[in-house]
């Protein structure tokens, strides 16, 4: 079936370094992939997406591309900053009118000042 | 942006008793509301799909009768944990789909149900 893994956490940077947290999926079709991230305290908040191979989404300083050849969509970050510090979820939806997400495990990211 | 909010955000039950969790969308309407369950270290587990006004649809392997879903209302869906027992204990969010469907799904920010 479908599925989202991504790299376990937690993942600790200091401030101003070089963020990547990986994510492969396995589905068949083609579908959208997403980044959710999670606040302390906070609901899952839509963080970039991507609808189709080579896409690239981006909000925040964040990036990540959708790689059909690879099956993966890893989150990139050039510079984190302490705000930063959450939980990434990964996700995919195959579309349609169902809107159903499969995520990923998520993943913590501290960053240090 | 658009919120949702769940409550309680957390709840401690004695074994056998049910257990009833909101999921609010405060600033828009929602056709559909969806249950998920998570396990410590572990994805969110999709258990429902909530349409308002009908039944809820269940993924396999999720008990409709230990898991009612009710969306009486276009702001609202509950959860209700019947005879919770202490393997029911986990984290349980709810997202919401608004009505001018742009395809983004909207979260609350979850509850920890632990039963004794």
């Known amino acids: 079936g479908d599925s989202v893994t991504q790299m376990e956490g937690p993942v600790t940077l200091s401030e101003e370094a070089f963020l990547t947290i990986n994510c492969t999926y396995t589905?068949?079709?083609?579908?959208?992939l997403f980044w959710y991230v999670q606040y302390p305290g906070e609901g899952l908040q839509l963080l970039l997406k991507?609808?189709?191979?080579?896409d690239k989404g981006s909000n925040k300083g964040f990036e990540a591309t959708y790689r059909k050849e690879t099956t993966s969509f890893h989150l990139e970050k050039g510079s984190v900053q302490v705000s930063d510090s959450a939980v990434y979820f990964c996700?995919?939806?195959?579309?349609?009118?169902?809107?159903?997400?499969?995520f990923g495990t998520g993943t913590l990211l501290a960053v240090q000042p | 942006g658009a919120v949702v909010s769940q409550h309680p955000s957390w709840v401690i039950c004695k074994s056998g008793t049910s257990v009833k969790i909101e999921c609010r969308s405060l600033d828009f309407q929602a056709t559909t509301m969806f249950w998920y369950r998570q396990f410590p270290k572990q994805s969110l587990m999709l258990m429902a799909t909530s349409n308002e006004g009908s039944k809820a649809t269940y993924e396999q392997g999720v008990e409709k009768d230990k898991f009612l879903i009710n969306h009486a209302s276009l702001t609202l869906s509950t959860l209700t944990v019947t005879s919770a027992h202490p393997e029911d204990s986990s984290f349980y969010i709810c997202?919401?789909?608004?009505?001018?469907?742009?395809?983004?799904?909207?979260f609350g920010e979850g509850s920890r149900l632990t039963v004794l």
């Open positions: 997202s919401a789909l608004p009505a001018q469907n742009t395809g983004e799904l909207f």
């Open positions: 996700a995919l939806n195959k579309g349609g009118a169902t809107n159903k997400l499969i």
């Open positions: 991507a609808t189709k191979a080579d």
């Open positions: 589905a068949t079709g083609y579908p959208s």
